[in-house]
């Protein structure tokens, strides 16, 4: 699966970007932020971007992200009922990675309605889905904004598995409630890490 493309800018027309790599030009769609970056770059210096594939039967389009925290939200993002690639790009492109998270977590449904795209409805239903569910990585490389930590990194391998994330994400939280240990504040260890690895990929499979 691809991870990222990384070529020179051949060409712009927001929200699309051409980026042309080893004889073949790609068309990527990106966030009003990603586009203004890749803009503010050296034109001749290779540019990279990481890509998100939809897949559907009657196309295949490419999205493009300048960090991976912007690709984790938009992934999430797609998971709620009735939020599309082209509506997650819509609420990236009206607000930030972090703030977007900060109103999650705070249930500002009010704030989060003044985004481009997004109403009351479709807000509630972002919150009571993804609060508590995003894991980004702060300007030092470290983990921020809430999410679980190790369980994030078990949910990326089981979705680069195969598995759907939604339900992976069900299973995995589910199996950490079971395993925690008996002080609520201890992180989990390597073993009960591994253990609750291998019974999410036995229940999935199934």
């Known amino acids: 699966m691809f991870n990222s493309l990384t070529g020179k800018l051949a060409g712009h027309s927001y929200p699309r970007l051409f ?14 932020a990603t586009f203004q970056a890749v803009l503010a770059e050296n034109r001749d210096a290779p540019q ?36 599309g690639p082209r509506q997650a790009l819509r609420i990236l492109s009206g607000t930030t990675v972090r703030e977007l998270t900060r109103l999650l977590e705070a249930e500002d449904v009010q704030a989060l309605t003044r985004i481009p795209g997004l109403g009351t409805k479709t807000a509630q ?6 609060k508590g569910h995003l894991v980004l990585e702060d300007s030092a490389g470290g983990r921020s904004a809430g999410g ?30 079971e395993n925690q240990p ?8 390597e073993t009960e890490e591994r253990e609750i690895f291998r019974r999410a990929i036995q229940e999935l499979s199934r």
């Not at 925290?69 to 009735?82: C, D, N, P």
């Not at 008996?182 to 260890?189: E, F, I, V």
């Open 125 to 130: 239903k972002m919150i009571l889905q993804l």
């Open 48 to 83: 990279r971007l990481l890509v998100h594939l939809q897949v559907r039967e009657d196309l295949m389009k490419l999205f493009g992200f300048g960090t991976e925290a912007e690709r984790q939200v938009f992934q999430e993002l797609i998971t709620v009922s009735g939020i």
């Open 182 to 189: 008996s002080d609520a504040l201890s992180p989990l260890g």
């Open 19 to 32: 980026l042309a790599t080893g004889g073949v030009e790609w068309e990527l769609e990106v966030s009003a």
């Open 148 to 177: 679980t930590g190790p369980l994030e990194e078990l949910l990326a391998a089981l979705v680069e598995m195969g598995f759907d994330r939604a339900a992976a994400r069900t299973v995995l939280e589910r199996l950490r409630e």
